[in-house]
């Protein structure tokens, strides 16, 4: 309920401006959805990561945080693109896609004994680990509502999410997994032309899904106020909160081969710029 308080909040703020300080359709110059766009920016991130490995039947195995047992940074700052284009008369048909990966590695001194995939780091151990994840969306959306100030659509889409981990001790040996996770994910979009310069954006993708010994969710929703001060040049200012759950015991689903659980979340503030026609 409460992601939907400001779409509610834009639908009377849009509402209450009269009909005739916008255009009536595409065919018009100053209508405000743009057939092609790119965006790009800088992506600041509070990231949390947990890894279960060696997961039994039982339930059994061992949790380890990565940036508490590890030293990972919790904050990432990186590089953001993505790009959409509409096609068709109507302007209905959109194809969006998007990339960036959060690459982080630490060295730390244990303060306590973990294990990790029948590893055991003890304390006063020096360990070197890193985790590397990279996220690829590509998705279609078809407007169900389009007028000259609001945009409301559905869609499909895929996640690619290649995500590789390693920890690593002299002395010790080291262990670690890389995995491409393929989630496809139904999405939801608002958008709203406040006046010609300021819009609201708003996106939720997820995804679920249970087959065999493998269950995996996600829920990537962002919210985003644009401002165009000059004609193919925006700024935009975003909030996006990603979480995915991967959890597997074998190889029932593609390009997942390990036993054991995934956890992967962050809230990050993204500041972009947009070239758009």
Known sequence: MKRAIPILLAILVVLSFPRNSFSAGPADPNWPWERYSVTFGGFVADVNSDVRLGLSNLGTGFDVNLEDALGLDTTSRVFRVGAAVRFGKSRRH????SWFQLNRDATKTLGR???IDNVVYPIGSTVDSFLDVQIWKAAYNYSFFLDN???LAAGLGVFVMPIKYGVAASGIGETGESITAPLPAIG???DFALTRKWFLRQTIDLFYLKVG???GAMVDS???VEYRPWKNLGFGLATNNFRVD???KGDDYPNI???GNIKFDYMGLLLYGKLYY
């Open 149 to 151: 100030r609001v945009n």
């Open 113 to 115: 004994d973990i294990e």
């Open 222 to 224: 962002t919210t985003a």
């Open 188 to 190: 939801l979009r608002a």
């Open 246 to 248: 991967i959890e597997a």
């Open 213 to 215: 010994d493998f269950k």
């Open 94 to 97: 959109q194809a969006e896609f």
């Open 257 to 259: 081969d390990f036993v």
